[in-house]
């Protein structure tokens, strides 16, 4: 049972406007969030936290939205860029539980048109 | 800055070899972990540890086995090769619960199992 869900595989945005990628979860004991960009042939690469305290981080152009009630969370992009074009993941974990492991969505893949 | 350094970048087997996938972590991080990604799957969790000598499954650790002997390394083993276990593979550590933060993954591996 995929306790982290990305409904949407893809989506595209022309550069300069906002991109918005959704990521909902359904272990309410999940209390820290993350996401990831990754290129072809790369590791993931870290981008931008939240803790489940907290309902907004912000780092420079990203921003991380956690709705705990609706067990949802979002990454604002503004202004996206074509640099930006890559496969997001967002990721969860029970840190304070004593539980290791991170569980990852399937992934969006972001297209940012010039 | 956090390295962590998969052995080879791409590797080809033969179905039934004994296969071995090294990683290495250079943050004296107690945790490490091991993902596949698979196109429309997103990461999924093989198997992870805690501490040297400890390991837990996870989401599909079958057909895979895990050593960690040093608290830097943790290999990954698949016993039998098969083709459904082409794949990249992803290691990554990241230091223990309750402070949070996030995983830093190494540049993966690209299996390919004929």
């Known amino acids: 049972d995929q306790q982290v869900k990305q409904n949407s595989p893809s989506l595209s945005v022309q550069e300069g406007r906002i991109s918005i990628l959704n990521c909902d979860y359904t272990?309410?004991?999940?209390?820290?969030f993350l996401w990831y960009k990754k290129y072809p042939a790369e590791g993931p690469t870290f981008l931008i936290s939240?803790?489940?305290?907290?309902d907004k981080n912000e780092d420079g152009r990203f921003t991380v939205f956690l709705n705990k009630s609706a067990k949802h969370l979002s990454l604002h992009i503004v202004p996206s860029q074509p640099g930006d074009s890559a496969v997001y993941f967002c990721?969860?974990?029970?840190?304070?539980?004593?539980?290791?492991?991170?569980?990852f969505g399937t992934g969006t893949r972001l297209k940012v048109l010039a | 800055d956090v390295k962590v350094t998969q052995s080879s970048r791409y590797l080809v087997k033969r179905t039934g070899e004994k296969v071995f996938l090294e990683c290495v972590q250079d943050?004296?991080?107690?945790?490490m972990f091991w993902y596949r990604q698979d196109p429309g799957l997103g990461l999924r969790l093989i198997y992870f540890?805690?501490?040297?000598?400890?390991?837990e499954k996870g989401d599909i650790p079958e057909g895979y086995s895990v050593s960690r002997e040093k608290k830097e390394r943790f290999s990954l083993i698949l016993e039998s090769a098969s083709t459904n276990q082409t794949s990249m593979y992803l290691c990554?550590?990241?230091?223990?619960?309750?402070?949070?933060?996030?995983?830093?993954f190494g540049q993966g591996t690209r299996l390919t199992v004929v």
């Open positions: 990554a550590s990241s230091p223990p619960p309750p402070r949070n933060t996030e995983a830093f």
């Open positions: 272990n309410s004991m999940f209390d820290y």
């Open positions: 939240i803790s489940s305290i907290k």
């Open positions: 990721a969860a974990s029970e840190g304070a539980s004593g539980t290791y492991k991170y569980i």
């Open positions: 943050m004296d991080h107690e945790n």
């Open positions: 540890s805690y501490d040297v000598k400890m390991k």
